[in-house]
């Protein structure tokens, strides 16, 4: 039987927890078969980000033509795109119908707090805005997105509402930032508001959870499920893999989570 293909196009993290490696972690636990296109290399651990390099437009390019011209990919997502140049290449590949659904997490802060993204990324995240099936900021990425507060979970809704009204098909506003025994994230899809709740766990190991939960998205996408149905799928799983990492001590900063917790188990 051949497998689903999904392609993420985002940084490489050397620390293995966020980035193209989770990505491709998550497309495996769910049985998809993940492509790649690199957009930069990071020198990171658990402790921070001590360099970017980002690469060269061509051969980022280069990476997703190839990709796209011989695998049928069924869901792209993009994760770190680092410049507005590279945001704009996403743009106009996707007008040019390269992407059957498009599932994009605006990466634009790490969690130990490097930025990884230029300052004028803005605009060109609005004009991609209508090719995006589902976008999925976190509270500072809507805050950045929209240059409004977002605090709570009715600025949540209205933010999920705008970006749709922006163009967006779905918008999932991510609300694990805000305090409480719950991480509630919030789904627009241009017609009805809908809640996803977790319990929060009590653990530093959640680096790359962001990269996580997008990449599980697109899986489930990629698998046939409808968006609510794949955010529900993703919430499960991140929780699972978080979960999975509680006792481990990888680096002295925030670790990675389990990828592979619930292999067999969420995926089915």
């Not at 972690?25 to 020198?43: C, E, H, P």
């Not at 007008?95 to 990324?121: C, K, Q, W, Y």
């Not at 922006?166 to 305090?179: E, F, P, Q």
């Not at 789904?187 to 599980?216: E, M, W």
Request: with cysteine; aromatic share 6%; proline share 3%.
């Amino acid at each position: 039987m051949t497998p689903r293909v999904a392609l993420t196009i985002a940084g490489s993290d050397s620390g293995g927890g966020a980035g193209i490696q989770a990505d491709l972690r998550t497309f495996s636990a769910f049985g998809v078969f993940g492509t790649s296109a690199i957009t930069a290399i990071t020198a990171q651990n658990t402790v921070g980000v001590q360099h970017v390099k980002m690469l060269d437009l061509e051969i980022i390019r280069a990476q997703i033509i190839s990709v796209t011209g011989d695998f049928n990919v069924q869901c792209v997502k993009t994760g770190m795109l680092g410049t507005s140049a590279v945001v704009d290449l996403i743009r106009m590949l996707a007008n040019d119908r390269l992407f059957p659904l498009l599932v994009v997490d605006p990466v634009m802060i790490a969690t130990t707090g490097a930025h990884l993204l230029s300052e004028d990324a803005r605009d060109s995240y609005l004009r991609l805005l209508p090719f995006v099936d589902v976008i999925t900021p976190n509270l500072f990425e809507a805050e950045y997105l929209l240059q409004t507060e977002v605090v709570n979970l009715r600025d949540m809704e209205d933010a999920a509402r705008q970006l749709c009204d922006l163009g967006a098909r779905s918008a999932l506003v991510k609300g694990g930032h805000l305090d409480g025994d719950f991480a509630t994230d919030v789904l627009y899809d241009g017609t009805s508001i809908r809640h996803f709740q977790q319990p929060k766990i009590d653990t530093r190991n959640v680096h790359g959870t962001g990269c996580t939960l997008s990449a599980a998205i697109t899986a489930s996408l990629t698998r046939g499920e409808n968006t609510g149905g794949a955010v529900e799928r993703a919430k499960r799983y991140v929780s699972s893999c978080i979960a999975g990492a509680v006792e481990w001590k990888l680096g002295s900063g925030p670790g990675p989570v389990d990828h592979l917790a619930s292999f067999g188990r969420d995926t089915d």
